[in-house]
Nanobody, 119 residues
Framework: QVQLVESGGGLVPAGGSLRLSCAISGTIFSINYMGWYRQAPGKERELVAIVTNGGSTNYVDSVKGRFTISRDNAKNTIYLQMNSLQPEDTAVYYC?????????????WGQGTQVTVSS
């Protein structure tokens, strides 16, 4: 099992910054991908950013150049640095860990942290 605990959400004005953290524990050695998703009211959950075991990253187009995902293996923590926040970034942000075994994906989720950007 994998346990994920997010922190760092809050209320910021447009143009502001926040840094989300996700502490990971459990059987983490077999995780293939780590990432951040978000879900705004009335919308489906969407992938925001992902980092692989090899350190490769990928972002949804709407956050490229503004958000940065990183990982600290010594602390078993991943981060999402969010700059130039806009009201459309308002959502609950979820940390995700994915294991892939024999072609089957196993997803683990944190409890979510609210990010609210005021206009």
């Amino acid at each position: 099992q994998v346990q994920l605990v997010e922190s760092g959400g809050g209320l910021v004005p447009a143009g502001g910054s926040l840094r989300l953290s996700c502490a990971i524990s459990g059987t983490i050695f077999s995780i293939n991908y780590m990432g951040w998703y978000r879900q705004a009211p009335g919308k489906e959950r969407e992938l925001v950013a992902i980092v692989t075991n090899g350190g490769s990253t990928n972002y949804v187009d709407s956050v490229k150049g503004r958000f940065t995902i990183s990982r600290d293996n010594a602390k078993n923590t991943i981060y999402l640095q969010m700059n130039s926040l806009q009201p459309e970034d308002t959502a609950v942000y979820y940390c995700n860990a994915r294991k892939i075994r024999s072609g089957v994906s196993y997803d683990y989720w944190g409890q979510g942290t609210q990010v609210t950007v005021s206009s």
